[in-house]
């Protein structure tokens, strides 16, 4: 079996998916020899025995992933394959990314003396809720479409901060910006790392399984700030070896 990215491919082999992955680059990363964790877990973990229809697609925010024309298609699709057993979703790390990041933190930091002092009134708690509504959505579209599915996500990991890709990078830029002591950094990363774990795990039960990923890597197994390399996802996937393989016995 594969990982498919186009459905009508899918179709043409004349396959229904066993797994429905939903998310953002750690699902759909497009560097060549990297792979990512969708790949990593189709062959390390379930050695290529089942179908996976893929709609993941960087950049993505989960509260995008449950509004507009993608909560049509994550729909649409629950309710066309009765044989999707699991749902595999990536979603949160872009909703703190980038020009987001710069939303939660004050526009100047530099004369702070802890890094709870460099968020704005309220967040990242604020930030972090916004998530949560998102993923309680996500629990009512599987309920409504596909309600024996289970939903498996994740919370990343602790980024290697300043690592780029060429010229690209999604956190210490923006924390430059804002004028953040590099010694409060690493700890606004945790901050919303394992503030996610908090918010996954009051969520888990019947149908839902988080599997808690912060913790896992090392320095040398970040590709860039944001992504693992090869490695870094094969030490991942491992992560959920315990949990995925009940859910498509």
């Known amino acids: 079996m594969t990982v498919y990215w186009d459905e ?49 697609s960087p ?3 989960a509260t995008q ?14 309710k066309a394959y009765a044989t999707i057993k699991v749902l ?10 980038a020009q987001n990041l710069l939303k939660l933190l004050r526009a100047d930091c530099s004369g702070a003396k802890s890094h709870p002092a460099c968020f704005r009134d309220g967040q990242p708690g ?14 009512n579209i599987r309920d409504t479409c596909r309600p024996e599915a289970v939903i498996v996500t994740h919370n990343y990991d602790y980024a290697m901060l300043g690592k780029k890709l060429l010229w690209m990078a999604w956190l210490d830029p923006y924390m430059e910006l804002a004028r953040v002591p590099g010694k409060f950094r690493l700890g606004i990363v945790a901050e919303f790392i394992n503030g996610f774990a908090d918010v996954l795990s009051g969520l888990s039960g019947p149908g839902f399984e988080f599997v808690k990923t912060s913790g896992t890597l090392k320095k040398a197994d970040w590709a860039n700030e944001l992504h693992p390399n090869r ?5 991942l996937a491992r992560r959920f070896r315990k949990t995925l393989p009940v859910h498509l016995a």
């Open 126 to 139: 604020k930030r972090l809720a916004e998530i949560s509504r998102a993923y309680r959505e996500l629990v």
């Open 59 to 61: 950049g993505d925010e």
């Open 231 to 235: 490695n870094g996802f094969r030490k």
């Open 88 to 97: 595999l979703f990536s979603g949160g790390g872009n909703d703190i990314a």
């Open 8 to 56: 009508s491919l899918m179709e043409e082999d004349h396959r229904s998916p066993d797994v429905l992955a939903e998310g953002d680059s750690w699902f759909s990363y497009w560097i060549p020899g990297n792979g990512n964790l969708i790949d990593r877990i189709n062959r390390d973990i379930w050695k290529n025995r089942y179908s996976i229809l893929c709609l993941a």
């Open 65 to 78: 992933m449950v509004d507009g024309n993608s909560r049509w298609v994550l729909q649409e699709t629950l």
